[in-house]
């Protein structure tokens, strides 16, 4: 995998929104955060704006002007990364439109998740890693001595990358594995199963997370997988945040996740901070992850 250059004090980083609409307030917070870092920030022409399409999904801009922006992005030499503002929905409109050889001759680090996880797929198709983490929210209202913000900072400024250690979990599986890590929002993802741009694939390490999917259109995509040959044959599971499910029952998706993979032989850790959360841990896509379970817990530490 291609590792983008890392960023200096002067580089710009453009801030664009190739999904759903971002409150202004929150592109301000991000400005301001960059500005903190010594980075320029550079904002895409169409993302603060809003636009219907079909009369109820609303997105940034048309999928014309979100590319433009996009593309913008990665053709000028000076900006040498990307936050994506927001998720939602939109990015997979992108992806037929985008220049993968571009992308692995001029490779910048992407930053978001949600929605963006189509992007993310893009890049590691391009054979470029990439930042699973929260985007100008969080910047926003958090500020740049926060945990997670400086893990993004660490990463795309000199490369260090994360060690996590989540407490045990009962239905963690005991085990160790190696191998490339790849994940996100479990059901954009899915929409990519069996296209150029699939993320989720046998031997990889994978994590999921998902919001406002209930247990049994969890339990549907984890069929899929599992009839696609794919979920048998992973390295290991790292399970995410599944939140904004109807229900008083917490467990339930926990409970049907880990009956689920009981078949199969490969670490899985629950209960890992990815997601719709607050402190939702930034991943490296396409590093490579060990991922060790035990009595202790679930450790993840990634390197390139």
Not at 264 to 291: K, M, W
Request: proline share 6%; hydrophobic share 40%.
């Amino acid at each position: 995998m291609i590792i983008p250059p890392f960023l200096k004090p002067g580089d710009k980083i453009a801030i664009v929104s190739p999904s759903g609409t971002v409150l202004s307030e929150r592109v301000d917070g991000a400005v301001s955060a960059f500005e903190q870092w010594g980075f320029v920030p550079v904002q895409g022409e169409h993302c603060r704006e809003e636009y219907n399409s079909y009369g109820v999904i609303t997105q940034s801009a048309s999928w014309k002007n979100r590319l433009n922006d996009l593309d913008r992005a990665l053709r000028d030499p000076e900006v040498k990364a990307i936050l994506c503002s927001r998720g939602g929905y939109g990015a997979v409109q992108l992806l037929e439109h985008l220049d993968l050889d571009y992308i692995a001759t001029h490779p910048k680090w992407i930053v978001g998740f949600s929605d963006i996880s189509a992007l993310h797929a893009a890049w590691h198709r391009a054979g470029v890693v990439s930042i699973h983490s929260p985007m100008a929210k969080h910047l926003t209202l958090y500020g740049i001595d926060d945990e997670i913000n400086r893990i993004n900072y660490d990463i795309m400024t000199c490369g260090k990358l994360p060690e996590y250690h989540v407490p045990a979990h009962c239905h963690n599986r005991h085990g160790s594995a190696t191998a490339t890590i790849t994940g996100g929002n479990l059901a954009v993802l899915m929409g990519l199963l069996a296209t150029p741009f699939n993320l989720i694939k046998p031997g990889h390490i994978i994590f999921i997370e998902d919001v406002s999917e209930q247990v049994y259109q969890v339990q549907r995509l984890l069929y899929h997988l599992r009839l696609a040959g794919i979920l048998p044959n992973l390295a290991g599971l790292v399970v995410g945040q599944f939140t904004k499910h109807r229900g008083e029952d917490t467990t339930a998706m926990a409970d049907m996740i880990h009956d689920m993979v009981a078949p199969y032989g490969y670490p899985v850790a629950f209960n890992f901070p990815i997601g719709h959360i607050q402190r939702n841990v930034p991943i490296v896509e396409g590093a490579i992850a060990s991922l060790t379970v035990n009595d202790d817990g679930a450790k993840l530490s990634l390197r390139f």
